[in-house]
């Protein structure tokens, strides 16, 4: 009998043990990954920072609102923010550092960066244009039209096929840091004109306090291009997920 009550004590013992460690496996959360993602510091709508004093802590815009919806689908993940120049970009990702680059396309850069980086599915798609003073006699995006014209870049951006021609002279760049700095360069007259993505460009002006009507964006496109979040190859888990994310879900629009 007294056999008989050791082992059943023993038993509930064993019992209440295996027990609590399932409550704590089941408790436990799963591991979490951290994806660093690095972005430049304005691209609006898609993102653009709303503090100086932290700039990777106060990103905004449509495109961080797509990776928080990722996020609660996919708590595995947890999304950090790195804002450099875009020139320093293209060095970090060239050395492999970064997990991942917003927003881009593989037609800007370099066989170094493509072979590290994969492109996700696409988000939007988007084109460069021309801008020019209201009263410029430049009314059309022909290449053949713009040699000899001196044209405001930004630093450390890729500019498609017009790459051969400002690396041959057929089309001269003034290269700047910002936007704001394109503009003035176009209102003194002193280039021809300057590349601006379409999509960004409202923002961009507003935040500059210029005016669009002192202005003209040359409509047809020098180029468009689909955005895609280029993620280093060897992230292949994060790939997938990322990529079926994007495919299901309803991205914003953008005009």
């Not at 599915?121 to 713009?146: F, Q, R, T, Y």
């Not at 496109?221 to 997920?241: E, Q």
């Amino acid at each position: 009998m007294d056999m008989h009550r050791k082992f059943l004590k023993i038993m509930i013992v064993v019992t209440l043990i295996t027990s609590c460690l399932s409550a704590i496996s089941y408790a436990t959360p799963p591991e979490q990954e951290h994806i660093k993602i690095l972005f430049g510091y304005r691209f609006p709508p898609f993102y653009t920072v709303s503090s100086k004093r932290s700039p990777s802590n106060s990103l905004r815009g449509i495109f961080i609102d797509v990776l928080k919806k990722f996020e609660k689908k996919h708590p595995e993940y947890i999304i950090q923010y790195k804002c450099l120049p875009r020139a320093r970009i293209s060095k970090v990702l060239a050395e492999g550092g970064g997990d991942a680059f917003a927003l881009s396309s593989p037609m800007f850069l370099n066989n170094e960066i493509v072979d590290k980086y994969t492109a996700s599915s696409p988000l939007w798609e988007v084109g460069d244009h021309l801008l020019v003073k209201k009263d410029s006699p430049i009314a059309e995006s022909g290449l053949n039209s713009l040699i000899g014209k001196k044209i405001a870049v930004l630093h450390g951006n890729g500019y498609g096929l017009l790459d051969e021609y400002f690396s041959s002279g057929l089309i001269k760049k003034h290269a700047v840091y910002a936007t704001s700095q394109q503009l003035m360069l176009v209102l003194k007259g002193r280039v021809d004109a300057a590349i601006c993505n379409k999509s960004t460009l409202p923002d961009l002006i507003k935040s500059s306090k210029l005016s669009m009507d002192d202005f003209k964006i040359i409509e047809s496109p020098l180029y468009t291009f689909k955005l895609h979040l280029l993620i280093k190859s060897t992230k292949k888990k994060f790939i997938k997920d990322f990529n079926e994310f994007v495919e299901k879900e309803q991205l914003p629009v953008i005009k």
